[in-house]
């Protein structure tokens, strides 16, 4: 659901993180090592969370402030929420605005704009996601300022020039007409139409089809900034080499004064629930001479909020959320079908899909699709030993700290944390609640929210060599896609 552009967000802080010690090997006679043994973790690692500096422009703007001083570099982050949720009967609307942002400010056209980046060794993106807008500054401390006058005018002053306006029309037009060519496009957009229903905010593409994306022009982008670019929902997070003190006159100087004279888009609400098999669906889309299948397998996702959310994250890491996971493990390094496969759950604050994916030789179609069901089933029904349990909590667990080590991770970390209104504090109680899953918990949410029996199953390939295998399996009901019912 994210846009082409690249998102950093943050909003609150942490300023020390414990690194994970990890013992030397094991040391035998006259100081030799023993490699034969791995060696063994130290302690986990702890989480400490520093306070948290809050403040408000004279606008009502919230600011928050994470001081980070080993490095003279700034990172500043402006969100506003809306995002494609926005797009309402226009799908790709509020992807080609956010596009439109960096294309021309102020007096600057894109070229200027960037030269100007460059001179200050700065760098600003600006991109939309399912439920909020980024425009995002990484600058070094003593070109902050002139670097904030830039970022302004990309934020509060695009021109959206009819002229930019029809030459990324015709340069997305082009990308969308591309994805015939792309299997794995094509597959992922035809999972997220079957699984979420017309009328939900996840059924379309976020960059939009060919039908909205040539209607766009110059008045509507312009017109769509003005009630979604609002002051009341947007929020400051910086982190880097600056106080307070420093901080709050800058951005009061180049954003106080931001008004919005026009009602606000309204968010619409959600109304339409994710498609819920009884039994296993398959769909094929023929791809005549492809060398590779596409295949997706999901079903619906889960909270965010659910309880379950650490038990979740640990069972998807035996599954397939990692390199030495079971899915990767089997039919990647055992069988040879594919260079990689992986499984996720696709946190939103609108719950998204748990989804495997993966390309596959096509003489192997059926038997990588066989692989995916059995280890579905295995991990239903059969507990996780006592080691691969304890590799997979300890995977995720101590990751943890190396989350946030630069300023853009920290943001990226923090954007996520104020997406889903979660505290700061969660990240540290994460932890320990990873450590504690055990056996019978992976195995009750594997049983619960990863349905062998009632998955959806996509796969992109050339059907005159991979349908009847397919259909030999016996898996479910097969429906044969039109590639212009998936791509419009």
């Not at 400010?105 to 993106?125: H, I, K, P, V």
């Not at 991109?127 to 934020?155: C, E, H, I, Q, T």
Request: glycine share 8%; with cysteine; hydrophobic share 45%.
């Amino acid at each position: 659901m994210m846009s082409t552009s690249r998102l950093v967000a943050c909003c609150c802080a942490i300023a020390a993180i414990a690194v994970p010690v990890v013992a030397h090997a094991q040391a035998g006679p006259a100081g030799t090592v023993d490699r034969s043994r791995p060696p063994a973790l130290g302690k986990t690692p702890v989480l400490h969370l520093p306070r948290v500096e809050r403040a408000t422009l004279p606008n009502g703007v919230g600011v928050q402030l994470v001081g980070q001083h080993e490095v003279p570099l700034v990172q500043v982050t402006l969100v506003v929420q809306g995002g494609t949720r926005l797009d309402g009967r226009t799908p790709g609307l509020s992807s080609f605005t956010a596009r439109m942002l960096t294309e021309g400010a102020g007096t600057r056209d894109a070229n200027a704009l960037q030269s100007e980046l460059a001179f200050l060794g700065a760098q600003l993106n600006a991109g939309a996601a399912a439920d909020y807008f980024v425009v995002s500054l990484n600058v070094p401390k003593r070109s902050l300022g002139a670097a904030l006058d830039l970022m302004a005018d990309v934020a509060l002053h695009p021109s959206f020039r009819a002229a930019d306006v029809h030459k990324q029309r015709d340069l997305l037009l082009a990308q969308v007409l591309q994805r015939k060519d792309q299997p794995t496009q094509v597959a992922a957009i035809a999972f997220d139409r079957l699984m979420f229903p017309e009328g939900h905010p996840y059924h379309n593409p976020s960059s939009g089809d060919s039908a909205t994306i040539a209607a766009l022009d110059s008045a509507t982008v312009r017109g769509f900034y003005g009630s979604a670019f609002v002051p009341s929902r947007a929020t400051f997070t910086v982190v880097g080499d600056i106080t307070a003190g420093e901080l709050r006159p800058l951005l009061a100087k180049r954003f106080g004064t931001w008004k919005s004279g026009v009602t606000p888009a309204a968010i619409a609400p959600v109304t339409v629930p994710a498609t819920a098999n009884e039994q296993v669906k398959v769909y094929l889309l023929d791809k005549p001479g492809a060398a590779q299948s596409v295949i997706y397998v999901g079903a619906p996702g889960v909270d965010r909020h659910s309880p379950d959310y650490p038990a979740l994250t640990v069972m998807n890491t035996i599954l397939g959320g990692s390199f030495s996971s079971r899915l990767n493990a089997n039919l990647r390094e055992t069988k040879g079908y594919t260079y990689g496969i992986s499984s996720n759950f696709r946190w939103s604050p609108i719950p998204g899909p748990f989804v495997i994916s993966s390309s596959v030789r096509t003489n192997v179609t059926d038997s990588s699709l066989v692989e995916v069901f059995r280890e579905l089933r295995t991990i239903r029904d059969t507990p996780v030993d006592t080691t691969e349990l304890a590799r997979a909590r300890n995977y995720v667990a101590l990751a943890l700290p190396a989350r946030f080590e630069l300023n853009t991770q920290i943001a990226s970390q923090l954007v996520t944390l104020g997406t889903f209104d979660l505290p700061l504090a969660s990240v540290a109680e994460l932890g320990p609640r990873l450590l504690a899953v055990t056996a019978a918990d992976v195995q009750r949410v594997a049983r619960r929210y990863v349905p062998a029996d009632k998955m959806t199953v996509v796969v992109v390939g050339d059907l005159a060599k991979i349908r009847a295998g397919i259909e030999a399996l016996r898996l479910g009901e097969i429906t044969l896609l039109g590639l212009s019912t998936v791509l419009r």
